[in-house]
């Protein structure tokens, strides 16, 4: 299937069909391994979080600021 024929089909569709592909590959015994640069972004983060400097916000905050 192309992505053309993809992008024509209705959104339940595709959806469904994503989720027919998310789960076959969960069930792969061989999963491919993250790239490098996102465990660089992860390390980057906790580093930020024991160093204080990063800022959690609630659900609301995140909504209002999305506004």
């Known amino acids: 299937m192309t992505s053309s024929e993809i ?3 209705p959104i339940s569709e595709r959806m469904n069909l994503m989720e027919e ?3 076959s590959l969960c ?3 061989e999963l491919p391994e993250s790239p ?3 465990r660089d ?3 980057a983060r906790v580093q ?3 160093s204080g400097q990063a ?3 609630t659900l609301q905050e ?3 600021r999305n506004r």
């Open 55 to 57: 800022r959690f916000l």
């Open 62 to 64: 995140l909504k209002d």
């Open 27 to 29: 069930h792969e015994a």
């Open 21 to 23: 592909i998310w789960d």
């Open 36 to 38: 490098v640069w996102h």
């Open 48 to 50: 930020r979080v024991s």
């Open 41 to 43: 972004i992860l390390e």
């Open 7 to 9: 992008k024509i089909l």
